[in-house]
Structures are given as structure tokens and as C-alpha cells.
Nanobody
Framework: QVQLVESGGGLVQAGGSLRLSCAAS????????MGWFRQAPGKEREFVAA????????YYDDSAKGRFTISRDNAKNTGYLQMNSLKPEDTAVYYC?????????????????WGQGTQVTVSS
């Protein structure tokens, strides 16, 4: 069983930055893929980025490319989402998730484990 705990959300002005963290306990992320998703009010949960933990390969939604960076720290068993040049449309609850196996996916149904979410609000 994997437990995921996100942190780092908050209120920021447009153009600002935030770094989200996702700490895993229960087992290592090695051999898994970690993803970040977000859900705005009234909208479906959508893919933001993913990283294949062992290989370090990264994948981004078009909305995140060039502004967000996903990374991981093996020693801390923690993943990160660095978000720069934030826009009001980035406002959402951000969730980290993990799926077994080293193949990436943007389909939320492929992920077995989820954190509780952290709110990101970007003011204009």
C-alpha cells in the first residue's frame, strides 16, 4: 500500500510560482510512475504531468509544457511539481497519484493511489 501526501499549495498572483511536493510512504516509488492531476470546480480531473520514477522520463500536458517541471528525489521518496508563470486558469485542486509499472499514462483510471489534494489558487 502506498500513501501519498501533497503539500505546497496556496494563493499566488498571476506570473508567480509554487512548488508542490508529494511524499510517499508505505513503499518506494521505484518501479512506479508518479503523476500530477488537477481538478477545477465543475470540471473533470485532468492530467498535468507524469514521471517514470526509475527512468526519470517526463511527460506533460500541453497546458504545462514550458511552465511546469516534474521531478523526483529518490532519497526522499518524494516527487515535485514546480509551477512557474502561473495563470488564473491553473487554479484547481492538485493531486499526485501513483501507478504500478514504469509506463506513463495520462488516464486517471490507470492510477492506483491518490493523495488528498492541495489547493492552488492563482489571482489575476
Amino acid at each position: 500500500q502506498v500513501q501519498l501526501v501533497e503539500s505546497g499549495g496556496g494563493l499566488v498572483q498571476a506570473g508567480g510560482s509554487l512548488r508542490l511536493s508529494c511524499a510517499a510512504s508505505g513503499r518506494t516509488f521505484i518501479g512506479h510512475t508518479m503523476g500530477w492531476f488537477r481538478q477545477a470546480p465543475g470540471k473533470e480531473r485532468e492530467f498535468v504531468a507524469a514521471i517514470r520514477w526509475s527512468a526519470g522520463s517526463t511527460y506533460y500536458d500541453d497546458s504545462a509544457k514550458g511552465r511546469f517541471t516534474i521531478s523526483r528525489d529518490n532519497a526522499k521518496n518524494t516527487g515535485y511539481l514546480q509551477m512557474n508563470s502561473l495563470k488564473p486558469e491553473d487554479t484547481a485542486v492538485y493531486y499526485c497519484a501513483a501507478k504500478s509499472g514504469g509506463t506513463s499514462s495520462r488516464n486517471r483510471n490507470d492510477y492506483n493511489y491518490w493523495g488528498q489534494g492541495t489547493q492552488v489558487t492563482v489571482s489575476s
